[in-house]
């Protein structure tokens, strides 16, 4: 009867209602749907209205890094670092801009490919301008795009580009080719079916849009877009008068969601709007957060850890003004000022520091600070959270005594209410678990959590010091199985004879890490994986590398990549004499200096020991040729 339904828009982000409109309860709506299933809607009204939409601008190094993070998954680093590469070969022009504009010679240029590819009608009537939104734009080159008086189409540099690299190239030529396109032309079909329920009027409605003339969407249309063709939206031809029946109708509830976290596109884009940064900076700052782990990826999202909070909280109270956004941005403002010429740089440092709130007088102000405070969020009146040298963990007050209580390493600040800590608080321990008998002796196996990490140990009441074995750094208390008890708890493992010394080469796990051993020789692996993959061959040839004085602690490895499916072996990133490099066990592959060890993809630390395996000349899991050196003897 003329009274709209209540939907999203109806309610604030409290969930107040803010519009006037009617709320149904689900048993309300799913009372109507039953009455409504069967009966017969007459199409009241259908009308068509046109519409168009324009082409993008041109890239900027922000709109740059958002699309390709949204397109092709690359992180704001790697974009930048791609384009980078793009940008010296010559494909495109100057990747650092804040500039949508094209020069005279790449409208031409644009508007020439889109002639040759889509004819004469589609481009635009005129070439289309574009200026910087952003009010600190500076706008000193012009926006990204392929290089020359004419674009050497993608499908040209197939032979010459490969992987990410040919795919930012695309996207870069396909979005400035668009630009100079002309306006995509549109029509929404909006109809309106009525019925009758408990003598009321039921009014309906279903839009679908259809493209009339592609236009720029012919070559480019932005993330969000894709897969949400118009066409395929597109409503059956209806005339005011005819009737449907209803076979199927539904009721579902329906609840509004908190914003988004941010993803690495999205914050690029929030640094923007708020005056933050620069191109050149946008990559460097996201990096930071997350090297620094203040936030861990999780899929695209960019999830906060509890030591930003720490970090927030200590610099809002003591230098709030620094790390207030009107600040930061005014401060971009000046430095553009300073290089304008219109502020001198000298004068403004002087006041930034020695001035009467510069930073000086606002650290011997600050007195000394209480780490204590500054580390401990409240939960509940029985509860705190603190942030420790070794992560986050609820501390708990039972009896006057002090009880720590740690939080699982995937559980976001925003997943610890009240209720989840209280749930964690009162689990029963992990600890001294059982989880099985061990076949031979017929103990029981349990897990503890002792001083020197978590381990396992046999239920031996007449033996005062019973079998143990330490976890592997993989694994956890609470998580732990059965199955790897037992292959823990079987260790040494044997894996074979040496044929030269007739001496038993075993596999273990020691204080320092795991190990070989061979008679007194020790000598260490790279992988805890390893004591139970190694076979003879390899353990040998481990064995005829030199030995630098005694046994060598094993590094803690900087980062596991999993299984190569070319070799089988567990593959690792460690630090060597000349840098980061990863290894299977066997081969070592450097990590080029330019790619990030937290942003190396798993198929990437594959590739780099492929690559370095065909230079070897060895095939996977082949151990390479040990190569004589050649000493000059001494006269």
Same mark, same amino acid.
């Given at each position: 009867?003329?009274?709209?339904?209540?939907?999203?828009?109806?309610?604030?982000?409290?969930?107040?209602?803010?519009?006037?409109?009617?709320?149904?309860?689900?048993?309300?709506?799913?009372?109507?749907?039953?009455?409504?299933?069967? %009966?017969?809607?007459?199409?009241?009204a =259908?009308?068509?209205?046109?519409?168009?939409?324009?082409?993008?601008?041109?890239?900027?190094?922000?709109?740059?890094?958002?699309?390709?993070?949204?397109?092709?998954?690359?992180s704001?680093?790697?974009?930048?670092?791609?384009?980078?590469?793009?940008?010296?070969?010559?494909?495109?022009?100057?990747?650092?801009?804040?500039?949508?504009?094209?020069?005279?010679?790449?409208?031409?240029?644009?508007?020439?490919?889109?002639?040759?590819?889509?004819?004469?009608?589609? =481009?635009?009537?005129?070439?289309r301008?574009?200026?910087?939104?952003?009010?600190?734009?500076?706008?000193?080159h012009?926006?990204?795009?392929?290089?020359?008086?004419?674009?050497?189409?993608?499908?040209?540099?197939?032979?010459?580009?490969?992987?990410?690299?040919?795919?930012?190239?695309?996207?870069?030529?396909?979005?400035?080719?668009?630009s %100079?396109?002309?306006?995509?032309?549109?029509?929404?079909?909006?109809?309106?079916?009525?019925?009758?329920?408990?003598?009321?009027?039921?009014?309906?409605?279903?839009?679908?849009?259809? =493209?009339?003339?592609?236009?720029?969407?012919? =070559?480019?249309?932005?993330?969000?877009?894709?897969?949400?063709?118009?066409?395929?939206?597109?409503?059956?031809?209806?005339?005011?008068?005819?009737?449907?029946?209803?076979?199927?109708?539904?009721?579902?509830?329906?609840?509004?969601?908190?914003?988004a976290?941010?993803?690495?596109?999205?914050?690029?884009?929030?640094?923007?709007?708020?005056?933050?940064?620069?191109?050149?900076?946008?990559?460097?700052?996201?990096?930071?957060?997350?090297?620094?782990?203040?936030?861990?990826?999780?899929?695209?999202?960019?999830?906060?850890?509890?030591?930003?909070?720490?970090?927030?909280?200590?610099?809002?109270?003591?230098?709030?003004?620094?790390?207030?956004?009107?600040?930061?941005?005014?401060?971009?403002?000046?430095?553009?000022?300073?290089?304008?010429?219109?502020?001198?740089?000298?004068?403004?440092?002087?006041?930034?520091?020695?001035?009467?709130?510069?930073?000086?007088?606002?650290?011997?102000?600050?007195?000394?600070?209480?780490?204590?405070?500054?580390?401990t969020?409240?939960i509940?009146?029985?509860?705190?959270?603190?942030?420790?040298?070794?992560?986050?963990?609820?501390?708990?007050?039972?009896?006057?005594?002090r009880?720590?209580?740690?939080?699982?390493?995937?559980?976001?600040?925003?997943?610890?209410?009240?209720?989840?800590?209280?749930?964690?608080?009162?689990?029963?321990?992990?600890?001294?678990?059982?989880?099985?008998?061990?076949?031979?002796?017929?103990l029981?196996?349990?897990?503890?959590?002792g001083?020197?990490g978590?381990?396992?140990?046999?239920?031996?009441?007449?033996?005062?010091?019973?079998?143990?074995?330490?976890?592997?750094?993989?694994?956890?208390?609470?998580?732990v199985?059965?199955?790897?008890?037992?292959?823990?708890?079987?260790?040494?493992?044997?894996?074979?004879?040496?044929?030269?010394?007739?001496?038993?080469?075993?596999?273990?796990?020691?204080?320092?890490?795991?190990?070989?051993?061979?008679?007194?020789?020790?000598?260490?692996?790279?992988?805890?994986?390893?004591?139970?993959?190694?076979?003879?061959a390899?353990?040998?040839?481990?064995?005829?590398?030199?030995?630098?004085?005694?046994?060598?602690?094993?590094?803690?490895?900087?980062?596991?990549?999993?299984e190569?499916?070319?070799?089988?072996?567990?593959?690792?990133?460690?630090?060597?004499q000349?840098?980061?490099?990863?290894?299977?066990?066997?081969?070592?592959?450097?990590?080029?200096?330019?790619?990030?060890?937290?942003?190396?993809?798993?198929?990437?630390?594959?590739?780099?020991?492929?690559?370095?395996?065909?230079?070897?000349?060895?095939?996977?899991?082949?151990?390479?040729?040990?190569?004589?050196?050649t000493?000059?003897?001494k006269?």
């Amino acid at each position: 009867d003329g009274q709209k339904l209540a939907g999203t828009k109806s309610f604030d982000s409290k969930g107040v209602l803010v519009q006037e409109a009617l709320v149904l309860t689900p048993q309300e709506a799913a009372g109507y749907a039953a009455k409504l299933k069967g %009966q017969t809607l007459k199409v009241s009204a =259908v009308e068509a209205k046109p519409s168009t939409r324009k082409p993008y601008a041109p890239f900027t190094t922000s709109t740059l890094q958002q699309e390709a993070s949204k397109k092709l998954g690359m992180s704001a680093k790697q974009a930048m670092d791609t384009a980078q590469m793009l940008y010296q070969d010559g494909h495109i022009t100057y990747m650092r801009t804040d500039s949508p504009s094209l020069s005279v010679q790449a409208s031409s240029a644009a508007i020439a490919a889109a002639k040759e590819l889509f004819g004469a009608e589609s =481009v635009a009537s005129a070439p289309r301008m574009y200026g910087a939104k952003s009010k600190n734009a500076q706008e000193a080159h012009e926006a990204i795009r392929p290089s020359g008086e004419k674009f050497v189409h993608p499908d040209d540099l197939k032979k010459v580009l490969q992987g990410k690299s040919q795919l930012l190239y695309e996207l870069i030529w396909r979005r400035t080719v668009a630009s %100079q396109m002309a306006d995509a032309k549109l029509s929404t079909t909006t109809a309106k079916l009525q019925t009758e329920v408990d003598s009321k009027v039921a009014e309906f409605s279903a839009s679908g849009t259809v =493209v009339l003339f592609k236009g720029f969407m012919a =070559v480019y249309q932005e993330a969000q877009e894709e897969g949400k063709e118009p066409e395929s939206a597109k409503l059956p031809a209806l005339e005011v008068g005819a009737t449907i029946k209803i076979d199927e109708i539904a009721s579902k509830d329906h609840s509004t969601s908190p914003p988004a976290r941010y993803t690495e596109a999205s914050l690029v884009k929030a640094l923007e709007e708020q005056g933050i940064g620069r191109p050149s900076t946008y990559a460097a700052i996201i990096s930071t957060i997350i090297t620094k782990g203040y936030v861990v990826k999780r899929g695209s999202a960019l999830v906060p850890e509890w030591i930003a909070f720490t970090v927030t909280r200590f610099l809002e109270d003591n230098f709030g003004d620094l790390v207030d956004y009107a600040f930061t941005a005014k401060m971009e403002s000046d430095l553009d000022r300073i290089a304008l010429g219109e502020l001198d740089r000298s004068g403004w440092l002087k006041n930034f520091y020695f001035g009467e709130t510069g930073l000086q007088s606002t650290v011997e102000g600050l007195g000394e600070s209480d780490p204590r405070s500054i580390n401990t969020f409240e939960i509940s009146e029985d509860i705190n959270l603190r942030t420790g040298k070794f992560g986050p963990y609820l501390e708990v007050m039972e009896n006057e005594e002090r009880r720590i209580v740690n939080i699982p390493a995937d559980l976001s600040p925003d997943e610890l209410t009240e209720t989840k800590a209280i749930e964690l608080v009162n689990a029963p321990p992990a600890s001294d678990r059982v989880l099985g008998q061990e076949p031979e002796s017929g103990l029981d196996i349990i897990v503890k959590d002792g001083r020197y990490g978590p381990y396992l140990t046999l239920v031996d009441e007449g033996n005062p010091k019973p079998r143990t074995a330490s976890l592997f750094k993989t694994m956890a208390v609470d998580t732990v199985t059965y199955e790897d008890a037992l292959k823990l708890m079987s260790l040494p493992r044997v894996i074979g004879v040496d044929p030269e010394t007739e001496t038993e080469i075993t596999a273990q796990n020691g204080k320092f890490g795991p190990y070989l051993k061979r008679g007194t020789d020790s000598r260490s692996l790279d992988t805890e994986e390893q004591i139970f993959s190694l076979d003879l061959a390899s353990a040998l040839e481990i064995y005829k590398q030199p030995k630098y004085g005694g046994r060598r602690t094993a590094a803690t490895p900087l980062r596991e990549f999993g299984e190569d499916p070319a070799s089988k072996l567990n593959v690792v990133a460690k630090t060597g004499q000349f840098g980061t490099y990863v290894s299977d066990g066997i081969v070592n592959a450097t990590v080029p200096a330019d790619e990030p060890l937290d942003e190396l993809a798993n198929d990437r630390a594959f590739e780099l020991l492929a690559i370095r395996r065909e230079k070897l000349g060895v095939e996977p899991g082949e151990t390479p040729k040990t190569q004589k050196k050649t000493t000059r003897k001494k006269r």
